[in-house]
């Protein structure tokens, strides 16, 4: 079954008339993570005539916890940064998401990335609910240990509601293993026995889990690879943009140039570079390594680029692996690849992406195609609370086996439901969702 391009019904009308309110309503959810996320939902709502209590249920996060963290910094001065903690649903089980050290960080920001989380653990069928925290700092213009310090603080003012059975941080934008080795020792500390199962995303030698930092990148492109098996097309010479050189995209660019995939196009915060004739990927490797920008890449044909250009450069697979908000109604009519997978959570607006539906790109959303890092986070929590370590090629394996579960399921309903596979991904974890708030009740 060929996968929909098209999404069959038609997008909510856009409210042009009536009062001021709705107006901004629609301006907002263009730039408004939460606005959008909300928009997301109520499509879905409508399209399953979704039970009006679960979706009042679900327009609200079940728990937000916002606080000051006091650091003390290296010249002695203090400095006061804000921190979110936001789950937005526990129906199926304890809260999972990362945590984000951005300057850029907002409390909407982080309810639509724990909103997400519940989607995205939904769509794999993980026995988690959602949530996201998130740092407005920018974590460049700190040392070390004042990071340290931070991570610590912050770690100390909201564990009143994490823990391995209640809430499991792991990393996001500009945090990493380091940052989850001091959160787990902070925990820890205050619970007075090692925790473990507090984070994913750790360190192998306290307790984190093999393959678990590249399966983010590693689930996008099990994804590619199914659509492309699913559409009859060759993945072997295609060319690939990949917008965001961290995790989830030096991993995505990786495993796409070993299937043959031409990288033609890559950027970081800095810029980016663009050659026709593909880019070396150890290469770009090294750069970051050096702490330099991929944006540095010199070469016969080598052309620097923005990242709004590496957007619209020519390519076959677009793989936005940055922040959310880069596709938009300004930029989305200009992209040429015929694939977009998002590796980034949340980086088409709803106007892009009824754009991006006109254009026929085939789009694999964001709550699956990087679902492959919640999932490993999901399978190092297993290991933890077992205290037994499966081997890397079980850990591979059993990512394969069901992010590609994920993309039948959702291909199924779009081809059932002749809709998008957005919509589709959507439909298939508000259903999960709805049936575990319905089966469980509302207390009392
Ligand atoms: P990261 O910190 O490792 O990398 C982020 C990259 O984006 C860096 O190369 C940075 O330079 C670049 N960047 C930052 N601002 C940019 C901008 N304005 N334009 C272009 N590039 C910019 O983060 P990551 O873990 O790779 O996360 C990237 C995205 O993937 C985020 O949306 C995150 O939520 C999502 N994601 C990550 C994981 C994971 O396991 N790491 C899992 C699911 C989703």
């Known amino acids: 079954m060929?996968?929909?391009?098209?999404?069959?019904?038609?997008?909510?009308?856009?409210?042009?008339?009536?009062?001021?309110?709705?107006?901004?309503?629609?301006?907002?959810?263009?730039?408004?993570p939460w606005e959008g996320a909300l928009s997301q939902l109520d499509t879905v709502a409508k399209r399953i005539n979704l039970d009006p209590g679960i979706h009042k249920y679900l327009r609200t996060p079940k728990r937000i916890l916002m606080v000051s963290i006091p650091v003390q910094m290296d010249n002695g001065s203090v400095e006061i940064f804000e921190g979110y903690r936001v789950q937005h649903n526990l129906a199926r089980g304890p809260a999972k998401g990362g945590i984000r050290y951005h300057p850029g960080v907002t409390l909407d920001e982080v309810k639509a990335l724990a909103f997400w989380m519940t989607m995205k653990c939904a769509v794999m069928g993980l026995p988690y609910g959602g949530a996201k925290g998130g740092?407005?700092?920018?974590?460049?213009?700190?040392?070390?240990?004042?990071?340290?310090?931070?991570?610590?603080?912050?770690?100390?003012?909201i564990s009143i509601i994490i823990g391995p059975n209640k809430d499991i941080?792991?990393?996001d934008v500009y945090t990493?293993?380091?940052?989850?080795?001091?959160?787990?020792?902070?925990y820890s500390m205050g619970v007075g026995h090692s925790e473990p199962g507090v984070v994913t995303g750790k360190p192998i030698e306290i307790g984190g889990s093999l393959g678990r930092n590249e399966a983010t990148g590693r689930g996008v492109v099990y994804v590619i690879e199914q659509a492309y098996k699913e559409l009859g097309w060759n993945l072997r010479g295609a060319t690939a943009a990949i917008q965001g050189f961290g995790n989830a995209g030096s991993i995505c660019a990786k495993l796409l140039s070993t299937l043959g995939v031409k990288i033609v196009a890559v950027s970081d915060s800095k810029g980016g570079v663009y050659a026709d004739g593909g880019l070396d990927v150890a290469r770009l490797n090294t750069l970051k390594a050096e702490g330099a920008s991929v944006a540095n890449y010199k070469g016969p044909g080598v052309t620097q680029i923005t990242n709004e250009e590496l957007l619209e450069s020519q390519c076959d697979i677009l793989v936005p692996a940055a922040l959310e908000n880069q596709i938009t109604g300004e930029n989305a009519s200009k992209i040429k690849a015929?694939?977009?997978?998002e590796a980034a959570n949340g980086p088409t607006t709803p106007e892009a992406d009824r754009i991006l539906h006109d254009k026929k790109i085939i789009l694999l959303p964001d709550i699956l195609a990087n679902a492959g890092g919640v999932t490993v986070s999901y399978f190092e929590w297993v290991q933890d609370i077992q205290s037994y370590f499966w081997k890397e090629e079980d850990i591979n394996n059993r990512l394969r086996e069901l992010m590609i579960k994920a993309f039948q399921a959702v291909h199924k309903i779009s081809t059932t439901e002749n809709v998008d596979m957005r919509l589709a991904a959507d439909i298939l974890a508000v259903q999960r969702v709805a049936q575990a708030i319905k089966l469980r009740g509302i207390y009392p």
């Open 135 to 157: 740092v407005r700092v920018d974590p460049k213009k700190l040392s070390l240990k004042e990071l340290e310090r931070l991570t610590r603080r912050f770690t100390a003012e």
């Open 169 to 171: 941080p792991a990393p």
């Open 338 to 341: 015929k694939l977009i997978a």
């Open 2 to 32: 060929p996968i929909k391009r098209a999404r069959e019904t038609k997008p909510a009308a856009p409210v042009l008339a009536g009062n001021g309110k709705n107006l901004v309503h629609c301006a907002l959810s263009e730039t408004n």
């Open 176 to 186: 990493n293993s380091q940052t989850m080795a001091w959160i787990m020792d902070t």
